[in-house]
């Protein structure tokens, strides 16, 4: 055990005499009614929302009155809590605001408490016994729920690793988090009960994916992770779930990409307010969010391209294995994956990084994909 | 008797039955945003601003233009496809896996998401299910087209 405390309780004379006195005698202490906080009465702003953490936002409860570096608080005392002297440090890692912050952070928050669902409920499941897909579309699906199976598992670690190390007077930006590792954890649920509906069991695990999504449970601040994570992998998985809808043989398939969507989407809105945050309150950080991007997309580029994810795509695409099939897979594929690169450009451009596209590795590779396609006659 | 489209009158009935199925949207959840529809007929267009908070559709209007700035992303199509989305709910109680919203728009072919703001455009996904429900309340109402 790491943390010992620092009174052995169950044999310490005064704090024994002092439980079994106040039994006897009835007398109490009371010195916490008269603690030294703010009296407030919020109100709901909508009461077909009901009572939201921004309704919460009041004096010293508020979040808008969180400083850049919070030295105040370093216990779990809830913020606006009277902290008397012996409140264990909890030493957490992140104390700086635009570390973790986020424009509508809370809002993000109630957002995902009101649209979670439920994998085993709300997915009609039972319209899959009718259904017999072909040996080699079915395991193409059964391969693409595999690696999102992969990529979801981590995406369940990643999130849920910070929630110790960040300040607990970030209380709004933990309960993102915390949602968020409960979404990812259904999307894994849903990913593998899919797959092995296929009735083909699970395919390959693949050692590009997990190469890739190491990187993000290994990040060394929670600004990196949150680079990697919410703005550039879900954001590639944002559209990769979009993509899938769109390729989905069942309607059952395109109600758990729907469903899955909303909550990548949310994530990723995160990321990107999170990401134009720091920008704005912490310019100097810049080269550093670029050296973290130019990892970040080294990382997404070899996800994207991995074997066991792009050859499904084109079999799903195509419809099969046959000649034209594979030709018709390819042409699809490729205008998702350049897409899938638009789309990542468009998000740092309006997030106040225009330039990103200049230093970029991967814009390279977009700009080469491009130009491969065109010669190839695929029409963009 | 049959609510033409496109017109508010036929958003307004859908809005009537979104009310009606308070419940369904609730389990759904929060749907915060304002987006366009913009129905394309022989070079000209009508335009639509709908405006979604908390669980209902708050406001719908119809506008000469729609400004990008001010909403979060609009979809846009010919009337013939608007048309034949409608039709295929109205057939089947819900869009068929090749009528739903994503599977229209996805590569532009069919319908259009435009944005000006990707963060915007990210809303259509985030509240994906309730709008495609949203939609699909068609199968519900009688609809002919001008
Ligand atoms: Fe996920
Ligand atoms: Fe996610």
Not at chain 1, 137 to 155: D, H, N, P, R
Not at chain 1, 214 to 224: N, P, Q, V
Request: hydrophobic share 40%; charged share 30%; glycine share 6%.
């Amino acid at each position: 055990m790491a943390y010992l405390s620092t009174t052995n309780y169950l044999e310490d004379k005064d704090f024994i005499d002092k439980w079994l006195y106040t039994m006897r005698t009835g007398e109490m202490d009371l010195s916490w009614m008269k603690a030294a906080t703010e009296k407030v009465k919020p109100h709901e702003a909508n009461s077909r929302r009901g009572l939201t953490y921004r309704d919460l936002d009041l004096g010293s409860y508020g979040f808008t009155g969180v400083p850049e570096k919070v030295r105040g608080n370093r216990s779990y005392a809830p913020r606006g809590a009277e902290i008397p002297a012996g409140v264990p440090d909890a030493q957490p890692w992140v104390s700086r605001k635009s570390e973790v912050w986020a424009f509508n952070t809370e809002s993000y928050y109630e957002e995902a408490v009101s649209r979670q669902w439920n994998v085993t409920t709300d997915i009609p499941w039972e319209r899959l016994d009718s259904v017999e897909l072909p040996e080699t579309i079915g395991k193409a699906l059964s391969q693409l729920m595999t690696f999102l199976t992969e990529v979801e598992m981590i995406a369940t670690d990643t999130p849920a690793m910070w929630l110790p190390r960040l300040n607990p007077d970030f209380i709004e930006v933990k309960a993102f988090i915390a949602a968020q590792a409960m979404d990812e954890a259904r999307h894994t649920e849903a990913f593998r009960k899919r797959a092995l509906t296929t009735g083909w069991g699970l395919m390959k695990a693949s050692p590009v994916n997990e190469m890739a999504l190491k990187h993000l449970r290994d990040a060394d601040s929670f600004s990196e992770m949150s680079v990697a994570l919410h703005l550039v992998a879900e954001g590639n998985v944002l559209t990769m779930f979009r993509f899938s809808e769109y390729l989905s043989p069942t309607d059952v398939d395109k109600r758990i990409f729907r469903l899955v969507m909303q909550d990548e989407a949310r994530h990723v809105g995160y990321g990107m307010q999170h990401f134009k945050y720091v920008l704005e309150n912490f310019p100097e950080k810049r080269e550093v969010l670029h050296a973290h991007l130019d990892e970040a997309e080294n990382i997404s580029f070899a996800g994207s391209a991995a074997t066991e994810l792009t050859e499904s795509f084109i079999i799903l695409a195509g419809g099969g294995l046959k000649k034209e099939n594979i030709e018709e897979g390819i042409k699809i594929t490729t205008k998702f994956n350049l897409k899938q690169m638009e789309e990542h450009f468009e998000r740092l451009d309006k997030c106040g990084m225009p330039e990103r596209k200049q230093r970029s590795k991967l814009y390279q590779m977009y700009e080469m994909g491009r130009a491969a396609a065109e010669a190839a006659g695929i029409k963009l | 008797m049959a609510i033409s489209f496109p017109s508010t009158d036929y958003f307004e009935a859908l809005k009537g039955k979104m009310t009606a199925q308070q419940e369904k949207f609730r389990r759904l959840g929060f749907i915060d945003t304002t987006f366009g529809v913009k129905v394309g007929n022989n070079g000209k267009a009508r335009n639509f601003v709908l405006e979604f908070e908390v669980f209902d559709l708050k406001n719908v209007r119809e506008v000469d233009a729609i400004d990008l700035k001010k909403v979060d992303f609009m979809i846009e199509g010919d009337a013939r496809v608007w048309r034949e989305m409608i039709e295929n709910i109205h057939r089947n109680g819900e869009a068929d896996s090749s009528h739903d919203l994503n599977t229209l728009a996805h590569f532009g072919e069919q319908l259009k998401i435009v944005y000006d703001d990707p963060d915007g455009h990210d809303k259509l996904y985030r509240f994906m299910e309730s709008i495609q429900k949203f939609f699909d309340l068609s199968s519900q109402v009688e609809v002919s087209f001008s």
